[in-house]
């Protein structure tokens, strides 16, 4: 399984951005779609996550501001920010769970907000 992450880029606070991610090259299904940052310095930290059937979870310092979705018929998900902040500056990775439990993880994109 591929993941092909898009949607990264160069932001001003208060600004938004919405992120996608789509699971390619086998019929696998997935279980749990996840997002995840890493800030230079800091480790991976998760984001949000959502179940196949849209069960979320959102870390503290993105709630309300941020929703993941996902489309089960285009095995993709998405992470739409909003209301950013500069301490949101990361490369923002996705990450999936097959129902096998074997985790996949993509390519990263990045994500810098501007004050």
């Known amino acids: 399984v591929q993941l092909q992450a898009s949607g990264g880029g160069l932001v001003q606070s208060g600004g938004s951005l919405r992120l996608s991610c789509a699971a390619s090259g086998s019929t696998v299904v997935i279980k749990t779609f996840g997002w995840y940052r890493q800030a230079p310095g800091n480790q991976r930290e998760l984001v949000a996550t959502?179940?196949?059937?849209?069960?979320?979870l959102y870390a503290d310092a993105v709630k309300g501001r941020f929703a993941i979705s996902r489309d089960n018929a285009k095995n993709t998900v998405y992470l739409e920010m909003n209301s950013l902040k500069p301490d949101d500056t990361a490369v923002y990775y996705c990450n999936a769970e097959s129902t096998w439990s074997i985790v996949y993880w993509g390519q990263g994109t990045q994500v810098t907000v501007s004050s």
């Open positions: 959502i179940s196949r059937y849209g069960t979320t």
